[in-house]
């Protein structure tokens, strides 16, 4: 088969279109013939020699990816050579094959065709399990999403509305900024412009967000739980803003505040199941409903995976960007 390797650290152009060995599926595991991946900071950072796949995972970058089962491995049940299915990875989705352990395939959504599927499982198992698992965002509160028009920040939008929630996003433009509020998004913030502190306070009364959902780590930290309400939550899921930031207990401490800080790739596996399992429970009925849609900016084809990273690189996409098989785009065309 063919991948996406990264022969030495860098830019754009160290990732290579490449022919590798096909995997092998393993014990639990299924072997699925890749449609489409989806582009994530995660891939970028891996570009860059900064987060290296977990021990035993695949080398090649893609956290996520649509297909249809090619072979089954051993001790599998539930799946069959053929089925559409979209998956959580931990490496690997930039590739023509790709082996995922069957915990952590979903089938396909109703409504949403194969390739658009690779836009969500990533997205929607970070939202689902820290907006809902892990901070429990109920419906009436207001929840905070940094990065609203990202693809992470569009489900988040979506599945907060979805249950009754109130939104609050931050984004750099006003087209991102009307995209969100398309999506069902109530507060609209420009970083750029404005404080969100301030915006977030003004807009609810005072009281704050119940839920913010964090991307840029230390940058925000102080200002994230200035802009908490009592008993709020703050999820980190990124450090885009740097790793270290200065954190006041005693503020936390007097609005009974709570942060957790979570990453989905090193999970054990049978967390990552339990994950799968309840984001095939509560979001893809939502989906066929037609509640909840993957937001995709662009398809590109895998071998110009390169250029879907400048995309990301450059900020100025809205949902997700798309690296589609060539064999996939063949079909496309």
């Known amino acids: 088969m063919h991948a996406i390797t990264i022969p030495e650290s860098g830019e754009p152009e160290v990732l290579v279109w490449d022919e590798v060995p096909d995997p092998v599926p393993g014990e639990g595991e299924v072997l699925v013939e890749v449609a489409a991946s989806a582009v994530n900071r995660a891939d970028v950072l891996q570009r860059q020699g900064f987060y290296d796949p977990p021990p035993g995972a695949s080398p090649y970058p893609g956290l996520e990816c649509s297909g249809r089962i090619a072979a089954l491995g051993p001790g599998v049940a539930g799946w069959s050579v053929g089925d559409e299915v979209c998956g959580l990875l931990a490496g690997g989705g930039y590739a023509e094959k790709v082996a995922v352990p069957a915990g952590q395939l979903l089938p396909l959504p109703d409504g949403v ?61 006003k087209e991102k900024l009307d995209f969100c509020a398309e999506l069902g998004a109530d507060i609209l913030i420009n970083y750029r412009e404005q404080d969100f502190v301030a915006e977030i306070r003004q807009a609810t009364g005072g009281a704050g967000a119940d839920v913010i959902l964090d991307n840029m780590g230390g940058k925000y930290l102080e200002r994230n739980v200035k802009a908490l309400a009592v008993s709020g939550r703050l999820a980190v899921i990124g450090l885009q803003g740097g790793a270290k930031g200065e954190l006041n207990l005693g503020a936390l401490l007097a609005k009974r505040a709570a942060i957790s800080a979570t990453s989905l790739r090193a999970r054990p596996l049978d967390e990552k199941a339990t994950i799968v399992a309840a984001v095939r429970e509560h979001v893809w009925p939502l989906l066929a409903a037609g509640h909840v849609r993957p937001v995709v900016d662009r398809e590109l084809p895998m071998p110009e995976a390169a250029e879907a990273h400048r995309v990301v690189e450059a900020s100025g996409h809205i949902g997700k960007v798309l690296l589609v098989t060539p064999e996939q785009g063949e079909d496309r065309a």
């Open 113 to 173: 065709d194969l390739k658009r599927a690779a836009a969500l499982p990533e997205v929607v198992c970070t939202v689902w399990s820290n907006v809902f698992m892990i901070a429990h965002l109920r419906p009436g509160e207001t929840l905070l999403v940094h990065g609203g028009s990202s693809g992470i920040g569009t489900m988040a939008i979506q599945l907060a509305k979805a249950v009754g929630a109130k939104v609050a996003v931050t984004a750099g433009t």
